[in-house]
């Protein structure tokens, strides 16, 4: 960057042979990691930072980022969010293997409120994988099996090359899948929003990566997700089924709209 740009954060990361910490300062806005070996989660907390500056300031620029992913159908997107290990990623490849969707993010997008709109932004050019996706989805094996994995079998891609053609920056949000992983309940519902606000209350926002938790964050982030789920569908997503099962869930929203 620009020596004579001021950033609004700023991220400093060192190995000192030590065990894994993050310190923020939250007036300046600077974030030092120690000791962390992978850049997807160093990516994750520089997004954080950025997270928490937006919402200093939600009330005049409007905009803010959701720990969630995001593909594109036809200029409106479709948003997918949940707490980690209930099926996001697995989820959003799967949309992907439509040649009609377009990809946006697999983990972290920006948002900027309208009066009649929500438009949302992608984070950056690369996705975090695992070598499992192609498991999942045999049509990005062979992408997937040229990223190289470091020994936790996670890897950096380019998204242009796995999405050739399919790659967008922005789109309209037009609806908004929250995920949960319970046996007890429904596959599939539609959710008002105090029932989507109780969930984001739950699971804490399904964000591990919130550099600051107290009860006025907490309030900002309530009434986000409150602005932003009064003005689309939300629904709930139970992932105990099959990853094909719970696609083709979703895949009924597009053939009913």
């Known amino acids: 960057m620009n020596e004579d740009i001021r950033p609004h954060a700023k991220i400093i990361s060192v190995d000192n042979d030590g065990d894994l910490k993050v310190r923020y300062e939250p007036q300046s806005h600077i974030c030092i990691i120690e000791n962390c070996d992978y850049y997807g989660w160093i990516k994750s907390i520089a997004l954080a930072a950025v997270s928490d ?3 200093e300031y939600n009330s005049e620029n409007r905009r803010y980022s959701l720990h969630a992913s995001a593909v594109d159908f036809g200029g409106h997107a479709i948003g997918i ?3 980690p290990g209930t099926g996001k990623t697995t989820l959003t490849y799967g949309m992907l293997t439509d040649k009609r969707f377009n990809y946006i993010s697999d983990d972290w997008f920006f ?3 309208f009066e009649n709109d929500t438009v949302i932004y992608s984070s950056e050019k690369n996705s975090y994988i695992r070598d499992d996706i192609g498991d999942v989805w045999p049509e990005f094996s062979d ?6 994995l470091d020994n936790r079998q996670r890897g950096l891609a380019d998204v242009k090359n796995l999405f050739q053609g399919r ?3 922005s789109s309209t949000l037009h609806s908004m899948i929250l995920l949960e992983r319970d046996l007890n309940k429904s596959p599939f519902r539609k959710l008002n929003v105090s029932d ?3 969930y984001m209350k739950s699971t804490d926002f399904c964000n591990p990566h919130q550099l600051i938790r107290n009860e006025r964050k907490f309030n900002l982030r ?3 997700f409150k602005d932003i789920f009064s003005k689309m569908d939300v629904y709930i997503l139970n992932t105990t089924e099959s990853p094909q099962e719970s696609l083709n869930r979703i895949m009924s929203l597009i053939s009913e709209g």
Request: aromatic share 12%; net charge positive; no cysteine.
């Open 222 to 224: 309530m009434n986000f």
């Open 111 to 113: 948002t900027r409120i």
């Open 196 to 198: 989507a606000l109780d």
């Open 53 to 55: 500056f937006f919402e």
């Open 167 to 169: 790659v967008r920056e």
């Open 81 to 83: 969010m949940g707490p």
């Open 143 to 148: 992408n997937i099996n040229r990223v190289k």
